[in-house]
């Protein structure tokens, strides 16, 4: 990955002058991980433009584990998938980390194969709920189960293939429980129906699965809200997957824009991207800040900051970072629906809250949301992680304006975006 030796802690320097910059951040985590699983289905697929991460060196080297024939070429972000003979056929164990999409879609993709397999990952991982999915496979006939029954991590699984079926899952506390099902079930031996029960949390993320699934010649029935018809037995027709600049990562940049009074553009970003966090940007346009948007980029240029009360469900991704923004507006926040982010890498409603109030910000916590009451003077403050690379890269924008702003374990960023510390230096180069 990238050669950044990371400090135990890393001050963060104020920026002196508005940011300023144009930048294009790294490939979209979520898309990779995607598009390796739907290279694997394929049996010959390259997936271009890939994020280099640990969250999606863990999927490569589970394929790998799983009999798959990968390649990486990473001086260009290249990754080759082809299937063998053996590939899903022998007994495999693999270990997540802390990846929720990699534990998620991967316990899918077994219930295609024929063997016993074991995925774990760290002391977090085992504390994430998996429970919706397994009872799910379990539906379609799949003998999967918790190990320890506690409803996460680690999950056996005892594949003799997927037949199938009509399930229902509740998809209140995941989207990816969803997608993993998505990807699988067009390769199953019978055709399925899919129902979803309960609230539907980060809604974007299914909607990019199946656009995903279709542009590579998938066919879902989607035309009843919360119900997809899959017909079984289908082929991929995918020779390369491009993937999207990443816009979670983009939203750091453009908060800085936001917090600073600058203006940053992200390349390689536009309305018709398949991520639901572009539109990030449209909640700081909510907040007073300028954004245009064209076919080769989105650019926000701050302005005097408003407080708003915005539903995040479908952006939870980027509620740290809006919470860091809403302590430069002129008056209250309120980031409501968002109780499912509490099962991340950490418990981020609690995370954000109890880190904005060691630096001086009255925070507001309830069970979905938070409430941010901006403060015209923030005390200095070495900040917690929790292991949580979103909370390392919302909390050092902080530091933009107010000094003495320190980041503990900085290298938690290497979970998705291992060149942060060095594109975010960028902004200090008028």
Request: net charge negative; aromatic share 6%.
């Amino acid at each position: 990955m990238s050669e950044f030796v990371y400090p135990q802690a890393l001050d963060i320097r104020p920026l002196h002058h508005p940011a300023k910059l144009t930048l294009r951040v790294p490939g979209s985590k979520s898309i990779t991980n995607r598009a390796l699983i739907l290279a694997a289905l394929s049996g010959d697929c390259a997936v271009t433009n890939a994020l280099r991460s640990e969250d999606t060196e863990v999927m490569v080297d589970s394929l790998q584990k799983l009999r798959y024939l990968v390649e990486t070429d990473w001086p260009v972000n290249r990754i080759s998938v082809k299937s063998t003979a053996d590939s899903l056929k022998k007994d495999a164990e693999l270990f997540i980390g802390n990846s929720g999409t990699s534990m998620r879609f991967l316990t899918a993709l077994c219930s295609l194969g024929q063997g016993r397999f074991r995925l774990d990952g760290i002391a977090r991982m085992r504390e994430r709920p998996i429970q919706d999915l397994l009872d799910c496979l379990k539906q379609l006939n799949v003998d999967a189960v918790s190990e320890t029954q506690s409803g996460c991590p680690p999950v056996l699984l005892n594949a003799r293939g997927l037949k199938g079926g009509h399930a229902k899952l509740n998809a209140e506390l995941s989207s990816q429980f969803v997608s993993a099902l998505l990807m699988v079930l067009p390769f199953a031996q019978g055709d399925s129906i899919l129902e979803l029960e309960g609230e539907i949390v980060s809604e974007p993320y299914i909607q990019m699965t199946v656009a995903m699934l279709q542009q590579n010649g998938i066919q879902i029935d989607t035309s009843t809200s919360g119900r997809f018809g899959i017909p079984g037995n289908q082929k991929l027709n995918c020779q390369v997957i491009d993937v999207e600049p990443d816009a979670s990562s983009a939203s750091y940049f453009f908060a800085a824009a936001a917090i600073t009074g600058g203006t940053v553009r992200v390349e390689g970003l536009n309305e018709q991207s398949l991520q639901g966090d572009i539109k990030f940007a449209d909640a700081l346009a909510e907040m007073g800040c300028q954004v245009e948007k064209d076919p080769a980029g989105i650019t926000v240029t701050g302005g005097k900051l408003h407080g708003i009360d915005i539903d995040m469900n479908a952006i939870s991704d980027t509620v740290m970072t809006l919470a860091v923004v809403a302590c430069y507006a002129d008056k209250e926040t309120e980031i409501r629906n968002v109780e499912h982010i509490r099962h991340k890498e950490t418990d981020r409603i609690e995370a954000i809250g109890n880190e904005l109030r060691r630096a001086g910000v009255e925070v507001e916590i309830w069970k979905e949301g938070l409430t941010i009451y901006p403060v015209e003077k923030f005390r200095a403050t070495r900040f917690n992680t929790y292991n949580d690379h979103r909370m390392a890269m919302s909390l050092a924008l902080l530091g933009l304006r107010s000094p003495g702003m320190r980041i503990k374990n900085p290298g938690c960023v290497a979970k998705t975006y291992p060149g942060f510390w060095q594109d975010f230096e960028k902004l200090y180069t008028e």
